[in-house]
């Protein structure tokens, strides 16, 4: 017996807020990545998210399983160095999170607002 959804139903669900990625230390991650093809040192990120070696490291790890950023391990001079980047998979992704977000925003906007952004061209991102 097929059961009929009603119009509206499940509107502010919003099911394409990734849970991998909107976890706050895995969002601060991904956009520290997002500008810099090139990748960033982990000790960097470190810094740039405010985190401790072992809360990255499980974050990136995370991150990594799903496909979202890759992990080279090398050395600076006599240095290991280990560097992160975002995958083409995880941009894309991220800027599904991204639409989402920015429909929660259009979606929280009070209607007169609404109409005065679209006029303007506003865009949330």
């Known amino acids: ?3 009929s959804k ?8 919003y099911e394409g807020l990734d849970r991998v990625i909107h976890e706050k230390a895995r969002l ?3 956009t ?3 500008a810099r093809v090139e990748g960033i040192s982990f000790n960097d990120l470190k810094d740039l998210c405010s985190l401790t070696d072992g809360n990255l ?3 990136v790890a ?8 890759e992990v080279s391990k090398g050395t600076r001079g006599n240095r290991p160095l280990t560097v992160v980047r975002i995958t083409t998979e995880g941009r894309a992704k991220f800027r599904e999170y991204l639409d989402q977000l920015e429909q929660v925003i259009r979606d929280a906007m009070p209607e007169p607002a609404k109409q005065a952004n679209d006029r303007k061209g506003w865009s949330p991102a």
Do not use: F, W
């Open 32 to 34: 520290s990545l997002l």
């Open 57 to 59: 490291s499980g974050h």
């Open 6 to 13: 009603k119009p509206n139903q499940g509107r502010y669900a």
């Open 62 to 69: 995370i991150l990594q399983e799903a496909g979202l950023v």
């Open 1 to 3: 017996m097929a059961t």
């Open 28 to 30: 601060g991650i991904l």
